[in-house]
């Protein structure tokens, strides 16, 4: 069955660290790759996304993630967070074909402390 | 330009009594889908509609779920007989139809049986 995994359920991390947050999904065929974001009392957000090309994708408040296929993974990293990054982090994935539903990880709650 | 909308925010309801939640999809989105954000299940995917093609209901939990997109626009999701494993948030989503798609979230309508 298709599955997203999310090695971390909650990373507590002080300003200016470095994130690194896991994911690793399983499902046959082409994907699409997603990375959403939620702050609190806010509505889920697209951070980035990787649908071909490059591996290496950028997205948003500088966040960026690598696409490697060999590992099924899509693992997303800022190289110095800041308390605004404090929020929910959700993986996502779904077949590169129209109309499918997007598979979810559990989330990863990233907490950032001033 | 707008996003998805969704109404109410937030219902209360008893259990055992029927509720109707809304979406909005953007303009011109031709698909939209409904997910379920709870505790213990994080997001999962519920139906999927696409023009005026049938709907795809196989997240449906069971057969207290309905839901039907009128025009091509608006959908509503209706739980019949509610009870307190409904409790979550419904999410309601939309993109256009093709391959390497971005699905726009709404800010979801929080329900609580009690």
């Known amino acids: 069955a298709q599955s997203v995994s999310q090695h971390n359920h909650h990373v507590i991390l002080s300003e200016a660290a470095s994130l690194e947050l896991g994911c690793n999904y399983s499902?046959?065929?082409?994907?699409?790759l997603f990375w959403y974001v939620q702050y609190p009392g806010q509505h889920l957000q697209l951070l980035l996304k990787y649908f071909s090309g490059d591996p290496l994708v950028k997205g948003i408040k500088g966040f960026e993630a690598e696409f490697i296929k060999s590992k099924f993974s899509f693992n997303l990293r800022k190289p110095s967070v800041q308390w605004s990054d404090t929020a929910e982090y959700f993986c996502?994935?779904?077949?590169?074909?129209?109309?499918?539903?997007?598979?979810f990880g559990k989330g990863t709650t990233l907490s950032v402390s001033s | 330009g707008a996003g998805v909308s969704q109404s109410p925010s937030n219902k209360v309801t008893e259990k055992g009594k029927d509720v109707e939640l809304r979406c909005d999809p953007i303009?011109?989105?031709?698909?939209l889908y409904w997910y379920r954000q709870s505790l213990g299940q994080g997001l999962e995917f519920l139906i999927y509609f696409q023009g005026n093609s049938a709907p795809d209901k196989s997240g449906l939990p069971s057969d207290r779920f309905s839901a039907e997109r009128t025009g091509g626009s608006v959908s509503t999701l209706t739980i019949q007989r509610t009870q307190q494993e409904d409790s979550a948030v419904y999410l309601c989503?939309?993109?256009?139809?093709?391959?390497?798609?971005?699905?726009?979230f709404g800010p979801g309508t929080r329900l609580l049986v009690l």
């Open positions: 303009s011109g989105h031709t698909a």
């Open positions: 989503a939309s993109s256009f139809t093709r391959a390497q798609e971005t699905q726009y």
């Open positions: 499902y046959g065929g082409t994907v699409n």
């Open positions: 996502a994935v779904n077949l590169n074909q129209a109309g499918t539903a997007l598979i």
